[in-house]
């Protein structure tokens, strides 16, 4: 039985993880991507952009827009972003190796103009995946509220609800670095699916997984190639967190979930805000009593799916370019 491909809008600070869920969605038979928008988080919006399609070139994948969002955040401005685990350019320091992009972002298009013409061209259908800090889709909702209504559901990678934060004891860092924007969408009344940290730090690639990607390049594939490259960096930072080399898989578990190829998934139901104002709490996810008029958000808290060889499993295969 064929099944008709679902759009997909990703909304992403293309770094590392980044780069390795656009390669599953790419290679996904049930997932069309229709457009992807960029935000500053691992790295500026700009560079991130950059890096997109420069993967996309490489991919041989032009019918794909891609455009620049927003640079700062909603209450304070971008940084320097996650040099430690993305390497100054975002993809390991190996964003120089990416073949010249073809094309430029869209033109006077931002990536909030961008969700909002997708959502019209795919109404009822269009899944948005959000990876990154959630500044475009907060901007979105702020210009057409009529938003919420023609999307079919967004899947956020973000937070950290039982877990310790990444970046403080208890923030990750897409929810710290725009709390505001975080909380705006995750309030939202649209179907929301939160994929935290929780999760993506149960499962990770080690250097056997980098050693597949590193011989399909050998083969000629060049997109695994270029993953194996720049996961040398993300191997490196991830070392001392978990005692041995392996890295977390963020981006492409919750991209995994949007394909759903994450069927064994425990969800926790509940009503979830994010904590905006300074002080220790920054960016901390927060359950608050349901009292039956608030928006109701599913977060995946575990999963015994072999997360690592259903991305592999869609990645390796792929009839890449050389």
Request: a negative charge; glycine letters at 10%; one cysteine or more.
């Amino acid at each position: 039985m064929t099944t008709t491909p679902v759009p997909v809008y990703f909304d992403c600070d293309t770094g590392i993880d980044d780069a390795i869920a656009l390669a599953y969605l790419l290679a996904h038979p049930s997932v069309r991507l229709v457009g992807i928008g960029t935000v500053s988080g691992n790295t500026s919006a700009e560079r991130a952009a950059d890096n997109t399609l420069g993967l996309l070139a490489a991919a041989g994948v032009e019918d794909v827009p891609v455009a620049v969002g927003a640079h700062d955040f909603l209450a304070r401005s971008f940084d320097r972003g996650a040099v430690a685990v993305h390497g100054d350019d975002g993809l390991g320091r190996v964003a120089s190796e990416l073949p010249a992009a073809t094309r430029e972002p869209e033109a006077g298009v931002t990536a909030a103009d961008l969700l909002r013409r997708l959502s019209l061209e795919h109404e009822g259908e269009l899944r948005v995946l959000a990876v990154g800090p959630l500044t475009n889709l907060a901007l979105a909702l702020r210009e057409d509220p009529g938003l919420v209504a023609r999307v079919h559901s967004v899947t956020v990678m973000g937070g950290a609800v039982d877990a310790p934060g990444n970046v403080s004891l208890v923030a990750e860092a897409n929810f710290r670095n725009d709390p505001l924007a975080a909380a705006e969408a995750l309030t939202a009344d649209w179907p929301v699916t939160l994929v935290p940290l929780d999760v993506t730090m149960s499962h990770t690639f080690d250097e056997g997984h980098r050693e597949r990607l590193r011989a399909a390049g050998a083969a000629g594939a060049a997109v695994p190639a270029l993953l194996a490259g720049m996961l040398d960096t993300y191997l490196d930072f991830y070392t001392p967190v978990f005692g041995d080399r392996r890295c977390a898989l963020h981006d492409p578990l919750a991209a995994a979930v949007v394909a759903g190829e994450v069927p064994s998934a425990q969800w926790r139901h509940g009503v979830f805000d994010v904590v905006s104002d300074d002080g220790p709490d920054h960016g901390r996810v927060i359950e608050l009593e349901d009292d039956g008029t608030a928006v109701t958000t599913g977060a995946v808290m575990s999963t015994d799916d072999p997360v690592a060889e259903i991305v592999l499993g869609r990645i390796l295969p792929h009839a890449w370019p050389a």
